[in-house]
């Protein structure tokens, strides 16, 4: 049963948001307006601490990933730090899992290794100390008057080499209709509806109920002649962002403001509004080879990550009276494993 104090700050987090901001994939903006309905996380790995750095060379600025547990419940956050041109330090945080992008830092202080960022939009801070690397931060994220461990890690540029560039993966080829409901002690929080057509064509609509709050989210992908994605919009009430590719360059633009990068080679989709599109992942995987398989992935609206896909176990059971064959996977993105059967189809 959550606590108080996790309820509290699971509410703020949800309703403090407001979605914009284009940003590259580089930059790990997370998944717009979303509510997440996977299970577990992976840990963070420390890094070794290399002695005798000089701690006030360090400079904070640029991405960095963290995962807050809140009674179980794992959150993952993106700090995006930058310096505006009076050379003063400023910058957003993304919580990934709650579709909560580019929540404003209302102070961001950086004195020898110690770190202090201020959010007075939802009454909460994060202090911390850097480590001799500059690679991690070490401290407590406070808010509702409780306080949770917090470790944020340095986001590289090695991820985005690991595939070369090129065109994403197509989608045709494949069609379904599905439903999905994300259900909490009993009670419906939200549900997803999807039309996936032969050609590549996709369109979602969900609807999510939070702490008296409720928000819908129209996905559509409207795909070029080979079945990849052409264009990629995600509608709120209080926000509209859109991919448009040509060849393997793509333009993302939110709030009049436009982000340009290139695709990776193979590129899958995935969105927490969406959970349909795992089903490209898993018309992708090898089942004769087997194993733990890695694909490049973008997560919607422009977070570049690597995902980790693998086979488990396949077994028959009887479902609303149909004798089925599926297919346990483990679907692991950075920081959060999604487990999911699926026949022979993908579906």
């Known amino acids: 049963m959550r606590t108080k104090t996790s309820a509290l700050f699971l509410a703020m987090m949800w309703l403090s948001v407001q979605t914009g901001g284009a940003q590259s994939p580089d930059r790990q903006p997370g998944a717009e307006r979303s509510l997440s309905i996977a299970s577990s996380t992976l840990l963070w790995p420390a890094l070794a601490e ?15 990933n963290g995962t807050l547990d809140v009674q179980g419940q794992k959150l993952r956050l993106v700090l995006h730090l930058k ?3 009076d050379g003063k330090l400023a910058g957003t945080l993304d919580s990934l ?9 209302s102070a961001v202080e950086h004195t020898g290794d110690d770190v202090k960022l201020e959010l007075a939009g939802m009454a909460a801070g994060y202090q911390g100390k850097l480590n001799a690397a500059g690679t991690e931060i070490t401290g407590e994220w406070k808010q509702g008057g409780g306080s949770l461990p917090l470790v944020l890690k340095r986001v590289g540029d090695k991820t985005d080499q690991k595939t070369p560039k090129g065109l994403p993966a197509t989608l ?3 069609e379904d209709q599905a439903s999905f409901y994300v259900v909490l002690n009993e009670e419906r929080l939200a549900s997803m509806q999807s039309t996936w057509k032969k050609d590549g064509s996709f369109e979602n609509h969900a609807a999510i109920s939070l702490a008296g709050q409720k928000a819908e989210v129209t996905t559509r992908i409207v795909p070029d002649a080979d079945g990849r994605w052409a264009t990629i919009s995600l509608e709120s009430a209080v926000a509209k962002v859109t991919l448009t590719r040509q060849g393997s360059s793509v333009t993302r633009t939110a709030k009049d403001k436009s982000t340009t990068w290139e695709t990776r080679d193979g590129l899958l989709l995935f969105e927490n509004n969406s959970p349909a ?7 992708m995987y090898d089942r004769a080879k087997g194993g733990a398989q890695k694909f490049p992935l973008l997560i919607l609206p422009g977070s570049a990550a690597d995902l980790t896909l693998e086979s488990k176990e396949t077994s028959n059971y009887a479902i609303a ?22 026949d022979s189809a993908g579906k």
């Open 50 to 64: 290399p002695q005798g750095a000089a701690q006030a060379s360090q400079d904070i600025a640029g991405d960095w």
């Open 83 to 85: 310096k505006n041109a």
């Open 97 to 105: 899992d709650q579709g909560a992008n580019d929540i404003p830092l």
């Open 172 to 174: 045709a080829g494949f």
């Open 277 to 283: 599109l795992v089903s490209q992942a898993l018309r």
């Open 321 to 342: 009276g149909k004798d089925l064959t599926l297919t346990k996977f483990l679907y692991g993105l950075p920081g959060l494993d999604i487990f999911v059967w699926a």
